[in-house]
T-cell receptor, first 112, second 116 residues
Framework: RKEVEQDPGPFNVPEGATVAFNCTYSNSASQSFFWYRQDCRKEPKLLMSVYSSGNEDGRFTAQLNRASQYISLLIRDSKLSDSATYLCVVTSAPGGSYIPTFGRGTSLIVHP | GAVVSQHPSRVICKSGTSVKIECRSLDFQATTMFWYRQFPKQSLMLMATSNEGSKATYEQGVEKDKFLINHASLTLSTLTVTSAHPEDSSFYIC????????????FGQGTRLTVV
């Protein structure tokens, strides 16, 4: 089983739709969780951190479920500019070091 | 936010030559640098982790003699692809983190390497 798994998609949705992605992780000792956004041929950029209590930033809501070992990202009122690949990142700390592990990414296409 | 500068952004080289990629943290101390490789439609795969002043730790399957990493200062790490071959063509991205400040890692712009 891969350490971090995501449905690669693509998720093809119309403007204004609500879309949700999940990401599962295998290491129960994982410490920090993030969602990054990557546009084609560009570097990943942090979208938001994911806290145990959940967090919201405008149209984006991230949640963490430690018991089931998954994180989610909800995008409301999708915009054309939301089209990108969304990467789930989980960090673990074997022996005290911080290692970010990436999921494969979920592709989102928002169409008019 | 913190800035990581990676150069070059794009390089084409002949098979058998070596290519050096630089990664600089511009406004923070990069105590740890991560080097990733991404093939088309694949996830970012960690190649190695380096802590300033120490030898890099390579992931399984990554040849340390082929991918030379130097992290001699708190603001600069380099990855040298030695004797490059066409199968080394990929998108290489560095990521830097200050272990004493926060848990986020910042990314360079990436380097698209094409070996012909």
């Amino acid at each position: 089983r891969k350490e971090v798994e995501q449905d690669p998609g693509p998720f093809n949705v119309p403007e204004g739709a609500t879309v949700a992605f999940n990401c599962t992780y295998s290491n129960s000792a994982s410490q920090s969780f993030f969602w990054y956004r990557q546009d084609c041929r560009k570097e990943p950029k942090l979208l938001m951190s994911v806290y145990s209590s959940g967090n919201e930033d405008g149209r984006f809501t991230a949640q963490l479920n430690r018991a089931s070992q998954y994180i989610s990202l909800l995008i409301r009122d999708s915009k054309l500019s939301d089209s990108a690949t969304y990467l789930c990142v989980v960090t673990s700390a074997p022996g005290g070091s911080y290692i970010p592990t990436f999921g494969r990414g979920t592709s989102l296409i928002v169409h008019p | 936010g913190a800035v990581v500068s990676q150069h070059p952004s794009r390089v084409i080289c002949k098979s058998g030559t070596s290519v050096k990629i630089e990664c600089r943290s511009l406004d923070f101390q990069a105590t740890t640098m991560f080097w990733y490789r991404q093939f088309p439609k694949q996830s970012l795969m960690l190649m190695a982790t380096s802590n300033e002043g120490s030898k890099a730790t390579y992931e399984q399957g990554v040849e340390k003699d082929k991918f030379l990493i130097n992290h001699a200062s708190l603001t600069l790490s380099t990855l040298t692809v030695t004797s490059a071959h066409p199968e080394d063509s990929s998108f290489y991205i560095c990521s830097a983190r200050d272990n004493y400040m926060n848990t986020e890692a910042f990314f360079g712009q990436g380097t698209r390497l094409t070996v012909v």
